[in-house]
């Protein structure tokens, strides 16, 4: 269980610092993507950070959780805006917000209102 943690986190983090920096460098296909969703181009410099900051947290001990908790919820986004919006495939962040869900799962003991008194 532990090398299949370790496996997910590394690709997690290789998939979310590519997307996040490609999204912070502004890569064209990130900029007209932010442009075709509609919230403005901040949104895309937000989405960057937090996907930099929450790969960097999948490796933070004790703050594993919170990383996986923010990529995932990234996810359920990116999911909603492809279904909804952007078209295409919806499935790449779907099942980047599955493997968020199995390292939160993974590290379910390190969520504070989830801990035992």
Do not use: D, N
């Amino acid at each position: 269980m532990k090398i299949a943690v370790l496996i997910v986190k590394a690709l997690l983090t290789l998939a979310f610092v590519a997307a996040g920096v490609s999204k912070l460098l502004g890569v064209e296909m990130m900029v007209q993507t932010f442009e075709q969703v509609g919230v403005g181009q901040w949104f895309r410099y937000v989405t960057g950070i937090i996907e930099v900051g929450g790969a960097a947290l999948l490796w933070v001990p004790a703050r594993q959780w919170l990383g996986a908790a923010l990529l995932g919820a990234t996810m359920v986004g990116a999911v909603l805006a492809h279904l909804l919006i952007l078209g295409p495939s919806a499935i790449p962040a779907a099942v980047l917000g599955l493997l968020c869900a199995f390292i939160l799962f993974a590290h379910r003991e390190q969520i504070p209102f989830l801990a035992k008194a």
